[in-house]
Nanobody
Framework: QVQLVESGGGLVQAGGSLRLSCAAS????????MGWYRQAPGSQRELVAT???????NYADSVKGQFSISRDNAKNTVSLQMNSLKPEDTAVYYC??????????????WGQGTLVTVSS
């Protein structure tokens, strides 16, 4: 079983930056695509960015050029650098990972979420 632990959320003023990190731990054969999603109050959870094990990235149109996702395969971590933050970026940010379990099942897991609040 894999656990994801996120860190780095908090309160920031508009125009500021934050960096979110997510570390995967537990028993698994390999990690696949990892990503970040967010859920604002009263809204559905939405994709922010994903990155494959080979480093191919995908971004929501709303964050292209503003956010940058990266991963360290040796440390089983994924990070999200968020720049030029806007009040509309306020949300709970969730880390997600697909992985191949030790019994070779394709599974997915979510982190507990970290709150990002951008004040105007």
């Amino acid at each position: 079983q894999v656990q994801l632990v996120e860190s780095g959320g908090g309160l920031v003023q508009a125009g500021g930056s934050l960096r979110l990190s997510c570390a995967a731990s537990g028993r698994f054969f390999s990690l696949g695509t990892m990503g970040w999603y967010r859920q604002a109050p009263g809204s559905q959870r939405e994709l922010v960015a994903t990155i494959t094990s080979g480093g191919t990235t995908n971004y929501a149109d709303s964050v292209k050029g503003q956010f940058s996702i990266s991963r360290d395969n040796a440390k089983n971590t994924v990070s999200l650098q968020m720049n030029s933050l806007k009040p509309e970026d306020t949300a709970v940010y969730y880390c997600n990972a697909n992985y191949l379990s030790s019994s070779f099942r394709n599974l997915g897991v979510w982190g507990q979420g970290t709150l990002v609040t951008v004040s105007s």
